[in-house]
């Protein structure tokens, strides 16, 4: 059994990253709706036009600042359809 197939089998939907022997959780899902899309993209566009800084939910990856390497993991979580599962 891979390393893979144990994280698989540990969260449920099979919606998380691994990446070497990590799993990540996704994120880009700005404004809760459960997708991330591009109404995401263009709330954390313009919070990064304006130079946001702090504490905010645009700031995905927590660095305190939002800029491209925010935009950056929202369009390409984007890409990738990333949403919600949820049991039924
Ligand atoms: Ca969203
Ligand atoms: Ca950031």
Do not use: W
């Not at 990446?19 to 959780?25: D, E, H, N, R, S």
């Not at 591009?38 to 600042?65: H, I, K, P, Q, R």
């Amino acid at each position: 059994m891979m390393n893979s197939d144990l994280i698989s089998q540990q969260e449920f939907g099979n919606n998380q990253k691994l990446v070497g022997a990590l799993a990540y959780i996704y994120s880009g899902d700005e404004n809760q709706d459960g997708l991330v899309d591009s109404t995401d993209l263009n709330d954390c566009d313009n919070e990064s036009t304006a130079f946001t800084a702090g504490y905010v939910v645009t700031d995905m990856n927590g660095d305190g600042l939002v800029d491209s390497s925010d935009l950056n993991i929202i369009d390409n979580n984007n890409a990738a359809f990333v949403a919600t599962v949820l049991p039924y």
